[in-house]
């Protein structure tokens, strides 16, 4: 008699796995307990006739308790498995996915990538520097006089003291200057930062590619042959480029380079103001003050150096009318120029970044 009991309690435990059944393992579980020749149910309830009556009672109420119970568990899960099957007969196979959105490279670092990408060819390496400066790294190494306006506080963004947030990123130039020999050649991107409106041609936050060369015997034939090679790699092999002169406290001489206007094609448009040429940056000879800062002799070593604004590369080249588009963050702009990442990840080599040092935020002690 006890047997039977526990064979019940046995059965009781395999309710718990009606819920989980799928349609043939319901099949299964169905023929298995409650089948009419040798469910172990009905094994059980064959046994009844030979008890004693108050046993066959007692065993018996028990054994079709359980195998209501069991009938109503078998029943719900039919019904709930029959309900997930219409769903999926009736949901839509043919309708379009959700349009997977990856994100992507943003115009600017897209830019920034392709004209190091240019300069990596012609021998250039890609560096990295801290974007809070000393004034030392930032103005003085540089030739700039202590009353230069740029040192006012009007004009630069101090964090306090004489650290200041990079104004461009010449302080890398320097820093390579202090610690490897020439040859140099290496090309800088990074963020800059000056006290400048936020309107359509100008943002407080920009982004800025120098190139700086090093070497004995470089001249100015380096520079116009290295800077209109990239004119015509960025645009087109065909693009006339010109150099004006110019000023800058840390190259002497000085120069301007304008490319042909992108728009016009040089006949004069609205774009260039009618002059038929774009100035994209400036450039000259490092002065020689700057070597001997840095403690190279100025007799031995000459070089090059130039500065250019990505954001307008970018501009000139997609007719992108307001700087600000470029932060606004808006998906709807930023997305028509996205390109995947993944030539990134695989491609791009990762800058060099100066090595590690305590003075990153110290002049030299002289
Ligand atoms: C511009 C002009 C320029 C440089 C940047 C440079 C850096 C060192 C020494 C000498 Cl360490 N020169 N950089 C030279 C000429 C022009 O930028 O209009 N940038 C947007």
Excluded at 120 to 131: A, H, I, N, S, Y
Excluded at 193 to 217: C, L, M, T
Excluded at 245 to 262: G, I, K, L, R, W
Aim: glycine residues 6%; proline residues 7%; charged residues 25%.
């Amino acid at each position: 008699m006890s047997d039977l009991l526990a064979a019940l309690n046995a059965l009781r435990e395999r309710l718990k796995e009606i819920p989980q059944a799928d349609e043939r393992r319901l099949q299964e579980l169905k023929t298995e307990l409650l089948g009419r020749k040798s469910g172990a149910l009905t094994e059980i309830l064959k046994a009844l006739p030979s008890l004693d009556p108050d046993t066959r009672k007692r065993v018996g109420g028990a054994a079709n308790a359980l195998k209501h119970e069991l009938e109503a568990a078998i029943a719900a899960r039919e019904l709930e498995l029959k309900r997930g099957a219409t769903a999926l007969a009736d949901a839509d196979l043919t309708m379009p996915a959700r349009r997977q959105w990856r994100g992507g490279l943003h115009l600017v670092t897209q830019v920034v990538d392709e004209i190091c990408d240019i300069f990596k060819e012609l021998g250039f390496t890609r560096v990295v520097g801290p974007e809070a400066e000393t004034e030392y790294y930032n103005f003085y190494a540089l030739n700039f006089p202590k009353d230069h306006p740029a040192l006012d506080a009007q004009d630069s963004f101090y964090l306090g003291g004489d650290v200041v947030l990079r104004t461009h990123t010449s302080p890398v130039q320097i820093r390579t200057l202090e610690a490897y020999p020439p040859p140099i050649r290496i090309v800088v991107p990074g963020r800059c930062y000056r006290r400048d409106p936020f309107d359509a041609s100008h943002s407080p936050v920009f982004e800025q590619i120098e190139g700086f060369a090093v070497d004995e015997g470089i001249t100015f034939v380096d520079l116009k042959a290295t800077l209109a090679t990239f004119a015509r790699r960025i645009f087109s092999p065909t693009t006339k480029v010109r150099f004006r002169p110019s000023y800058f406290p840390f190259t002497e001489p000085s120069a301007e380079m304008d490319v042909q206007c992108q728009i016009c094609g040089g006949s004069g448009c609205a774009a260039c103001k009618q002059t038929g040429w774009m100035e994209i940056l400036g450039s000259g000879m490092v002065h020689p003050a700057v070597l001997e800062n840095s403690k190279l002799d100025s007799d031995k070593y000459t070089g090059f150096a130039w500065g250019m604004g990505p954001e307008r590369i970018a501009m000139l080249r997609y007719g992108i009318p307001d700087i600000r588009l470029f932060f606004d963050s808006d998906v709807r702009f930023l997305e028509q120029f996205a390109r995947s990442t993944e030539h990134r990840a695989e491609g791009a080599a990762p800058s060099s970044v100066l090595p590690p040092s305590s003075s990153v935020l110290r002049a030299p002690s002289q």
